[in-house]
C-alpha cells in the first residue's frame, strides 16, 4: 500500500512530468491491464495528480457555478470491437453555468485545449445569433479574432447563408452561420518545456476563458427537453472523449 506521502493530490500545478509522456507511449505499445497495473502509480501521481491540480486552478479562474469532471481511463467495452481496455489519453472537462466551458486532453501527442461549444440546442442557437447581431457580438468577434491569432482552430460556418432573419450582409455573418462556436489548440508533445507546462498550459489561455464566459452569457443553458448543448459535455466539445468512451 502506497504510503500518504505518495498519494497526497499536488495543491498547484507544476506541469506534467517526462513520465507522464511516457507512460502514454508505453500505453500505445501495451493496452492491457498488466501494463496499467505495472504503472498505475506513474498513472495516478503523473498524469491525474497534475491534471486535478490543474483543474483546480482553472477552476478558481472561471469562479462559482463550475461543473469539473476527468474522464475515467478505462474504454466502456460493451458495444464494440475494439476491446482495448484503456483510452490513450487522460480528458476533462470544466462547463460553466451556461453553454461555455473548456476541455483538456494529455496524452503522447501533447496538450489539446478545446474551448466554447461544439454544437447548440436549438434555443440556445437562438440566443447566440441574437448577441452575435447585437451590440454584445463586437466582443465576441473579437475574442474570436483573437484565438485565431493565438492559433486556435475556430468554428466554420455550418451554413451557406446567413439565417433568415438576419441581415444578408452582416458584418458577423461567418458567426451567424454556425451552429456552434469553439476553439481549440494543441500544443505538441515537443514543445511543453522541460517541467511539462508549456506555455499558457497553466492558464489554459486567458482567450479562451473569455469566449467561454461569453458564449455563457449569450446562449445559457438549453430548456429542459433539449438537446443537452452545455460547453464540453456529451454533446459538446469532447469528440475525442466521446469516440473512445
Not at 25 to 34: F, I, P, T, V, Y
Not at 121 to 140: C, F, I, P
Amino acid at each position: 500500500m502506497k504510503d500518504a506521502a505518495s498519494t497526497a493530490v499536488r495543491t498547484r500545478f507544476a506541469g506534467w512530468p517526462k513520465p507522464a509522456l511516457q507512460f502514454f507511449h508505453g500505453l500505445k505499445r501495451d493496452n492491457s491491464k498488466a501494463y496499467f497495473e505495472a504503472h498505475r502509480q506513474v498513472y495516478e501521481e503523473q498524469v491525474r495528480q497534475p491534471m486535478e491540480a490543474l483543474l483546480t486552478e482553472i477552476e478558481r479562474d472561471l469562479g462559482p457555478d463550475i461543473e469539473v469532471k476527468i474522464f475515467r481511463l478505462n474504454r466502456d467495452l460493451r458495444f464494440t470491437p475494439d476491446k482495448r481496455p484503456y483510452k490513450e489519453h487522460l480528458g476533462a472537462y470544466l462547463s460553466t453555468a451556461g453553454a461555455g466551458g473548456l476541455y483538456l486532453q494529455i496524452s503522447d501527442d501533447g496538450l489539446y485545449l478545446a474551448v466554447g461549444s461544439h454544437e447548440m440546442a436549438s434555443d440556445q442557437l437562438n440566443r447566440y445569433r441574437d448577441a452575435v447581431a447585437g451590440k454584445n457580438g463586437e466582443k465576441l468577434a473579437r475574442i474570436v479574432g483573437a484565438l485565431v491569432k493565438e492559433g486556435y482552430q475556430v468554428t466554420e460556418p455550418s451554413f451557406k447563408r446567413v439565417p433568415s432573419g438576419y441581415a444578408a450582409d452582416h458584418p458577423r455573418g461567418d458567426l451567424l452561420r454556425c451552429k456552434g462556436a469553439d476553439g481549440q489548440s494543441q500544443l505538441e508533445a515537443r514543445r511543453l518545456a522541460a517541467d511539462g507546462r508549456g506555455e499558457g498550459t497553466c492558464a489554459a489561455g486567458d482567450q479562451g476563458q473569455q469566449a467561454a464566459h461569453q458564449l455563457a452569457g449569450h446562449a445559457g443553458r438549453a430548456q429542459p427537453r433539449a438537446r443537452p448543448a452545455g460547453a464540453l459535455n456529451r454533446a459538446g466539445l469532447t469528440q475525442p472523449e466521446r469516440a473512445s468512451r
